[in-house]
């Protein structure tokens, strides 16, 4: 049975891809099965738009198992979300998620266990392209009231907090690539993102 692990960042300046590797390791999954795009969106970008995702579901064409780190990586869209799982659910498909532990098994047979498979995905997808919009929403604002207070954005060593948190949150990245992504230390992420939920 091919098992396979997929990855995604959405940007190549201040993220790698180094970490989902690892995270590939850990799953046992041999780095020639390893596919991961890079610089792609969750959001933006469809996963039938994405040439690594191909790979990945040739490869699963007649079942397997499916690593990733968690559903968001496949897709940040409700609707795209939910497709693209139906089909690796109806190719016998068994996804793992390697953040929780959480499984989707398209090889379940029993009415309960499919119902019940499907209603989680239901709301995992919906509540995932929900916390998308809720986080870019804040950000906007975030960035309209530092502009009406006379706050300056967007000097690289001299960033304000509010676009530091407003470009980690919407790149999905972690404390050390923002800080290597403005040129600041780790420290000063982590003040500025605690002024910035302080603010909220």
Known sequence: MRTVYYGRISTTEGQTSATQYDDAKRCGVDKRNVHIDEGISGYHVAPSDRPEW????DKLSEGGVLHVRWLDRISRRYDELSATMRQLMEMGVKVVCSMNGMEFD???????AKATRDAVLAFIAAQG???????RELQKLGIESAKARGQQLGAPRKAEAVEV???RVDNGASIAATAAHFGLSVATVKRY???VAAQA
């Open 129 to 135: 392209e929900a916390d998308y919009m809720s986080r």
């Open 54 to 57: 191909k790979r990945v579901m």
């Open 165 to 167: 948190q407003a470009w």
């Open 193 to 195: 993102c605690a002024e």
């Open 106 to 112: 398209g090889t379940a047979t029993s009415p309960i």
